[in-house]
T-cell receptor, first 112, second 116 residues
């Protein structure tokens, strides 16, 4: 699976947009980009995923560059409850299933 | 939809005993489930892929005789930590692929294992 690089930590003011970058320069054509977050001592929570087009859901937007070598997760109006570790993962289909391998993630702190 | 239930949420056991952790997909069938381990202040480490009706596939460095995985039905996978030692103390998390790709992979709430 392609390796991802994320900043170890970021801060954002409450109510502002949080933009979390991720580099995945070795991504291959059939690999998806997934974003998950983990609040302390809980299981990871799915946020969004995409292949090449930008995606938006009720939680966030995912912007993938045209060359697919990087992406940005956007939380449009961050709240204190968005404080968590955010993981960017690329995964490919292996024997009918995708295997998610987690990197170190970005610890996002939302400040009042 | 796409809820994964993990039980127990925490367990304390004595060294040398075995502990079983259950992972259930509550509202969908999961032919494939994954087991992770997470040490404090570290990321999740994939341990194994559990396939319904067949043997689990373990990641390199994970002892399959120590971490027994059984996926006997489309809604249940179990992880048994055998002859547990204090170094096995960790946060164990399972995940399952949702009913369609729109759900991504759903994770359980995790099991905190403490071996004393």
């Amino acid at each position: 699976d392609a390796k991802t690089t994320q900043p170890p930590s970021m801060d954002c003011a409450e109510g502002r947009a949080a933009n979390l970058p991720c580099n995945h320069s070795t991504i291959s054509g059939n690999e998806y980009v997934y974003w998950y977050r983990q609040i302390h001592s809980q299981g990871p929570q799915y946020i969004i995923h995409g292949l090449k087009n930008n995606e938006t859901n009720e939680m966030a937007s995912l912007i993938i560059t045209e060359d697919r070598k990087s992406s940005t997760l956007i939380l449009p109006h961050a709240t204190l409850r968005d404080t968590a570790v955010y993981y960017c993962i690329v995964a490919t289909i292996i024997q009918g299933a995708q295997k998610l391998v987690f990197g170190q993630g970005t610890r996002l702190t939302i400040n009042p | 939809g796409a809820v994964v239930s993990q039980h127990p949420s925490w367990v304390i056991c004595k060294s040398g005993t075995s502990v079983k952790i259950e992972c259930r997909s509550l509202d969908f069938q999961a032919t494939t489930m994954f087991w992770y381990r997470q040490f404090p202040k570290q990321s999740l480490m994939l341990m194994a892929t559990s396939n319904e009706g067949s043997k689990a596939t373990y990641e390199q460095g994970v002892e399959k005789d120590k971490f027994l995985i059984n996926h006997a039905s489309l809604t249940l996978s179990t992880l048994t930590v055998t002859s547990a030692h204090p170094e096995d103390s960790s946060f164990y998390i399972c995940s399952a692929r949702g009913p369609d790709w729109g759900y991504g992979y759903t994770f359980g709430s995790g099991t905190r294992l403490t071996v004393v």
